[in-house]
C-alpha cells in the first residue's frame, strides 16, 4: 500500500525549533517529488515546500530562511526542519507525493498521496 | 502572487448537480487541480490536469477550464460529497509556485 506517515509535531515556544519526519513506503521513494503542506486550523491549504528528486528545494517567502526541506532516500524519508517558529505557523502539516515520477528535472504535479497531517503548535 | 478564487459556500440537494468554480488571472492556459478535504482528514485528490481523474474516483467528479474560470462538477450528488475542495495550479512567478484556491464548503442539504 501506497502510504506516507508523519511524526514529530507538537507543542514548540516561538523562537524555537520541531524536526517534522515523513516515512514512506509503497512506492520507489527516490522517483518523486515531494512536499510539505500546512494547514491552519479552520482555514484553507498553504503550500510549505518542495524538493526535488535530485535534490533542488523550493520555499514561499513567508518561511524560506526558517524551514528546511530535506530528503533520505536510502531510509525513504522527508524531513521537514523549522526553525525561529512563530505563532503564525501553527498548523496541521502535511507532507503529500507529486503524481508522477520523475528522473532528475523538477515538473509540477498534482499531488496524488498525502499523509494523515502532525499537529505543530508554536505558543508559549 | 497568483490568487485563486473560491465561492466559501454551495449547497446542493441529493441528487443534483453541484458546480465549484476557481477563479484565476487567465488561469484556462494552467494545469488546475482539484482536491476534496473531509472534516479531520487529508486532502484526496478529485481531479488533476483540468478533467482527468485519478483511480478510483467516481465519473460524476469531471472539471474543465477556460479562460479565467476552472468549475469542478459533482454530478447525482450523494450525502458522502460533503466536504470542503480546493483547487491549485503551479505558478512559476508566484511566491508561493503551488498556489491553493481559497476553499469550498460543499453542503449536501
Known amino acids: 500500500e501506497v502510504q506516507l506517515v508523519e511524526s514529530g509535531g507538537g507543542l514548540v515556544q516561538p523562537g524555537g525549533s520541531l524536526r517534522l519526519s515523513c516515512a514512506a513506503s509503497?512506492?520507489?521513494?527516490?522517483?518523486?517529488?515531494m512536499h510539505w503542506v500546512r494547514q491552519a486550523t479552520g482555514k484553507g491549504l498553504e503550500w510549505v515546500s518542495a524538493?526535488?528528486?535530485?535534490?533542488?528545494?523550493y520555499y514561499p517567502g513567508s518561511v524560506k530562511g526558517r524551514f528546511t526541506i530535506s530528503r533520505e532516500n536510502a531510509k525513504n524519508s522527508l524531513y521537514l526542519q523549522m526553525n525561529s517558529l512563530r505563532a503564525g505557523d501553527t498548523a496541521v502539516y502535511y507532507c503529500?507525493?507529486?503524481?508522477?515520477?520523475?528522473?532528475?528535472?523538477?515538473?509540477?504535479?498534482?499531488?496524488?498521496?498525502w499523509g494523515q497531517g502532525t499537529m505543530v503548535t508554536v505558543s508559549s | 502572487s497568483y490568487v485563486l478564487t473560491q465561492p466559501p459556500s454551495v449547497s446542493v440537494a441529493p441528487g443534483q448537480t453541484a458546480r465549484i468554480t476557481c477563479g484565476g488571472n487567465?488561469?484556462?492556459?494552467?494545469?488546475v487541480h482539484w482536491y476534496q478535504q473531509k472534516p479531520g482528514q487529508a486532502p484526496v485528490l478529485v481531479v488533476y490536469?483540468?478533467?482527468d481523474r485519478p483511480s478510483g474516483i467516481p465519473e460524476r467528479f469531471s472539471g474543465s477550464n477556460s479562460g479565467n474560470t476552472a468549475t469542478l462538477t459533482i454530478s447525482r450528488v450523494e450525502a458522502g460529497d460533503e466536504a470542503d475542495y480546493y483547487c491549485q495550479v503551479w505558478d512559476s512567478s508566484s511566491d508561493h509556485l503551488f498556489v491553493f484556491g481559497t476553499g469550498t464548503k460543499v453542503t449536501v442539504l
Open positions: 524538493i526535488g528528486t535530485a535534490g533542488d528545494t
Open positions: 487567465n488561469i484556462g492556459s494552467k494545469s
Open positions: 490536469d483540468d478533467s
Open positions: 509503497g512506492f520507489t521513494f527516490s522517483s518523486y517529488d
Open positions: 503529500a507525493r507529486e503524481r508522477s515520477p520523475t528522473t532528475g528535472k523538477f515538473l509540477p504535479d498534482a499531488f496524488d498521496i
